[in-house]
């Protein structure tokens, strides 16, 4: 019964997401589900990515927490259209809620559009929104076992970013092993060590997802 | 009607956590509930207060976590009894696994259990399982914001824990600040910051423990 619930949960929600990827379709916007457990990074990426594109993209922003709209605030700052999504209690964001932010969003005035999903490593693995790909930020202070405890997540993704390495020093964590977990799972996934910090391997990530953006 | 199934799931649960908690009761074990995101430190905590608590407490774990059994092979090691729950992909636990898991534990051999939750900030935090406290591993690297993100996981919970304060002098995090946020949500909470590498604030953290214990 409860399954049954689950799957029909489900089924509704990625009909709706099918429709969101119409209306970015049709208003030539590449979106991407940036995912993570809570404080990996996912803020600060956007960040990062938004200096090294700044003239070049035209990029919107899509916040999702629980509760609070700090983030939203943080990235308002860089001139950029943002919308926060405030779950109210749910764990990860959906296709519906997803829908009412996009509508709120100048789509015809952006080329790129980064969503940033609740923090967590679980549920918004199962929840599609519309997005063109899914990227998900590991950070080396949560440990290299990850991939074995939170499968499904790094199965789905296209793309792991391993964030704060300029924290290898101080903490214990096999980044060799780590990407041959990951790959086990999801054999073509995009690995790329960065820090946020430091900028390191910002680069390489963003002329990935300029890569994927034009090849879409 | 999705509000109601979940009420129903959420009023099914704490029936089954009450009788965990007679279960418990009748064999004076003390149960506690350790929360975090990924890679806080659940598991490191475990083993320091093993070591701590060696020859003085007799101490019984069970692992949560929706797939591996990585965790509970290194509690294992030290000689303690452990059982494993795999959730199969379910983003936290809930009582009836709880209660499985209780029924392969030696309760008349123990007197403190501490079982270790799925890792996630959100959904741990609905779901009783029939535990005396309900404890919270926050950690530096996670960012001092969590609590405006995370409310009802503060609220719910018994002690907050900040691990990883060795980790200070490489990364932004206002150890007041996070406090008073804390505090302004859930007004009694225990707070210990602690490193689980160093074992800075760990005997603070075992003390509160005992006490809890003795006023049971």
Same mark, same amino acid.
């Given at each position: 019964m409860e399954i049954k619930v689950l799957k029909d949960i489900l089924s509704a929600n990625n009909q709706i997401a099918e429709r969101n990827r119409q209306l970015l379709d049709s208003n030539n916007v590449f979106?991407?589900?940036?995912?993570?457990?809570?404080?990996?990074?996912?803020?600060s990426l956007i960040l990062e990515t938004l200096?090294?594109?700044?003239g070049k993209t035209r990029i919107g922003v899509i916040e999702g927490d629980i509760r609070s709209s700090l983030d939203a605030? #943080?990235? !308002?700052?860089?001139?950029?259209?943002?919308?926060?999504i405030n779950t109210g209690g749910e764990c990860h964001l959906d296709a519906s809620m997803t829908y009412s932010?996009?509508?709120?969003?100048?789509?015809?005035d952006i080329e790129l559009l980064l969503i940033e999903n609740v923090g967590n490593l679980v549920c918004p693995a199962e929840f599609a929104i519309g997005e063109h790909k899914k990227v998900l930020i590991s950070s080396i202070p949560e440990g290299d076992d990850k991939p074995f405890k939170y499968p499904l997540m790094f199965q789905k993704v296209d793309a792991v970013l391993i964030n704060?390495?300029?924290?290898?020093p101080?903490?214990?964590?096999? #980044?060799? !092993?780590?990407s041959q977990a990951v790959r086990g799972i999801n054999e073509k996934v995009g690995i790329f060590p960065i820090s946020c910090t430091t900028g390191q391997g910002i680069q390489e990530w963003v002329s990935w997802l300029l890569t994927q953006m034009s090849r879409r």
């Open positions: 979106a991407v589900n940036l995912m993570s457990s809570p404080g990996a990074g996912k803020t200096k090294k594109l700044k605030e #943080i990235i !308002g700052k860089e001139g950029v259209p943002v919308i926060q932010a996009l509508g709120n969003m100048p789509l015809q704060k390495i300029d924290l290898l101080y903490l214990k964590f096999d #980044i060799q !092993g780590f």
